[in-house]
């Protein structure tokens, strides 16, 4: 009876082992595919984390002040159809400054509306809307938070 009992735990161990092997590598191809999936979705955002919109004042030529949208784009490939949703009071209709291609390691600077230099502290963050060097469309609000949309590239 004693290497029947012996056998029987040897047997029980042995399970136990194997159902342990089994879950501990279920339990690390998880981990790796999470870890591959994490790395996917940082290569998809890399180039769009990358850019980024806020308004300043700058001085002209004359002296005066004057207050421009500035669009930098800190990547290695232009972004395309680049938009500046701007906001509108209530009761307004919106409007877009359309800005188009940002040219990779550049700033394109345009003017901002004349009537916010009266409330201009400092520069500020704005929303942007823009298409990445493989056609994903990309939002980036004023607290830049980036979002990728579901608009693509037509």
């Not at 339990?27 to 790395?39: F, N, T």
């Not at 940082?42 to 002040?65: F, K, N, T």
């Not at 906001?87 to 003017?111: C, D, M, W």
């Amino acid at each position: 009876m004693g290497s029947d009992w012996v056998s029987t735990a040897a047997d029980v161990f042995s399970s136990i082992g194997t159902v342990g092997a089994f879950g501990t590598g279920f339990v690390l191809l998880r981990r790796e595919h999470r870890r591959e999936a994490d790395r996917d979705e940082e290569d998809r955002r890399s180039q769009a984390a990358r850019v980024s919109a806020w308004v300043e004042a700058y001085r002209r030529d004359d002296g005066s002040r004057e207050l421009a949208f500035h669009v930098h784009n800190a990547s290695e490939m232009p972004i395309y159809e680049v938009e500046l949703p701007l906001p509108a009071l209530p009761g307004e209709e919106s409007q877009t400054e359309f800005i188009g291609l940002v040219p990779p390691s550049q700033t394109i600077r345009r003017p901002a509306p004349r009537e916010w230099l009266r409330s201009y502290v400092e520069p500020e963050p704005i929303e942007i809307e823009f298409l990445d060097s493989v056609g994903r469309h990309w939002n980036r609000d004023e607290q830049g938070t980036l979002i990728r949309s579901q608009r693509s590239a037509t």
